[in-house]
């Protein structure tokens, strides 16, 4: 029999909160994280509201807290969501085990900060044109040689494995909003194949800069409601008019199953279910059909072992972007059945979108639900699209016990991931 994993740890932070708890009963509670930005001054751009992280704190103490040096805003997230994550399962690698964790992170697309790109332009081209002859010049300001190591993109990784002094498997997955999902997949495939034991997975982003901004507001990607930010993000409402940026980070402590079990570890569910696909239609938009989510989740699906009847909630992607959303729905409709009463809610109507962060929040959100029995909402939808007629969470719902749960994360490019979390008392020996 293939080996079963266990979710035995969270660690969120997120615009709704700095640490699990406070995500999750932001979530609960229907509150938002979207506000008008604050780490600097977006008035020349159509866009001036995302979902920030806010009064954050590095978690790092000790001997650690050197790391940090090297560590860009989004790093410093994956940071303290994995420490959380390692805290809360009540485990971690020691010279013992070391060399039998793995750590899979889903990282941003943003290398570089943009303060040190603008430094870099007032050194070397404070006309406009790239003088690399200053670069050199003596007397002149000494770049940072810090700043090379710390802009590359395996930073994080190499962080994370440094920080918790893990000896394993250790890889960056970048597939954009999926990478997170996909980050969480790979880390289930190396526990059930033998290749670890314990796994740290997760997803961590952050593009809220004037660089970032002003590439989504190129594409016309994101929502122009700089007058009501807490009601911009509305997935699958027939007013959306474009996503919402946000930031952060979600990891996950996995571990086998029967290894979880014999220490007493609390089981949040079982990581079940892993299917992914390639879309290849537009760089930016899934297929009118959802052909792509369609091979994920029923990929997801029969790896699990589960049938579609048990999924009892779909963390949906739902990003609040016109083809998206139906793409989606579609694709729903196609796996489930237009008949399917099987709840849906999109989590990126109080927190924005993480980008390569957000599958991995998204899952976790997912382990949350099917440990607590409760049902986030999805915000803002007053005016259902009627080409989006599934049963969303609109209100909040009275606990009760949910099965199996799925996450769906669908990325620039065609990257389609799914996974599919199974109560504790269902997963069996």
Avoid at 82 to 101: K, L, T
Avoid at 246 to 257: D, I, N, R, T
Avoid at 325 to 338: K, L, N, P, Q, T
Wanted: glycine share 12%; charged share 20%.
């Amino acid at each position: 029999m293939r080996r079963r994993v266990a979710i035995t740890g969270i660690g969120l932070v997120t615009p709704l909160g700095n640490s699990t708890a406070d995500s999750w009963r932001a979530l609960l509670e229907g509150r938002s994280g979207i506000a008008p930005i604050t780490s600097f001054d977006p008035s020349g751009y159509p866009v001036q509201i995302a979902a920030e992280v806010r009064n954050f704190q590095p978690a790092l103490d000790g001997s650690r807290r050197k790391l940090l040096k090297f560590a860009s805003r989004h790093v410093q997230f994956a940071l303290a969501a994995a420490q959380q994550a390692i805290e809360d399962a009540g485990v971690r690698p020691d010279p013992r085990s070391a060399s039998r964790w793995a750590c899979v992170a889903g990282s941003g697309m943003m290398g570089v900060a943009f303060e040190e790109l603008a430094q870099i332009q007032r050194r070397l081209a404070p006309h406009g044109d790239f003088r690399g002859e200053l670069m050199f010049k003596p007397g002149g300001p000494a770049p940072d040689p810090v700043a090379y190591g710390r802009n590359q993109a395996n930073a994080g990784i190499a962080l994370l494995v440094q920080c918790f002094g893990i000896k394993g498997y250790a890889g960056a997955i970048h597939t954009a909003c999926a990478s997170g999902g996909q980050a969480v997949g790979l880390a289930l495939r190396l526990i059930r194949r033998g290749s670890a034991d314990f796994a740290l997975a997760g997803g961590f982003d952050s593009m809220i800069n004037p660089i970032g901004l002003a590439s989504f507001c190129l594409l016309g990607a994101l929502s122009t409601d700089n007058d009501a930010p807490a009601q911009a993000s509305r997935p699958f409402d027939l007013t959306r008019n474009g996503f919402v940026l946000g930031e952060g980070a979600g990891f996950m402590v996995l571990e086998e199953w029967q290894a979880a079990r014999r220490r007493g570890a609390r089981i949040y569910a079982e990581l079940a279910g892993d299917g992914n696909s390639l879309s290849s239609y537009r760089v930016t938009d899934s297929h009118p059909s959802g052909d792509g989510p369609i091979q994920a989740m029923r990929r997801a699906l029969e790896d699990a072992g589960a049938d579609p009847a048990e999924v009892g909630y779909i963390n949906a992607h739902g990003t609040s972007t016109i083809m998206n959303d139906r793409s989606e729905c579609a694709a729903i409709r196609a796996v489930f059945g237009a008949a399917s009463r099987v709840k849906v809610s999109s989590t990126k109507s109080l927190m924005g979108h993480l980008i390569a962060g957000a599958g991995a929040v998204e899952a976790a959100i997912g382990a949350l639900v099917i440990h607590h029995g409760r049902l986030p909402v999805n915000a803002n939808l007053n005016h259902p699209d009627p080409q989006c007629d599934l049963n969303f969470v609109r209100e909040a719902e009275p606990p009760h016990r949910v099965r199996v749960a799925m996450s769906n994360s669908f990325g620039f490019g065609g990257s389609n991931s799914c996974l599919v979390l199974r109560h504790r008392e269902d997963a069996g020996e």
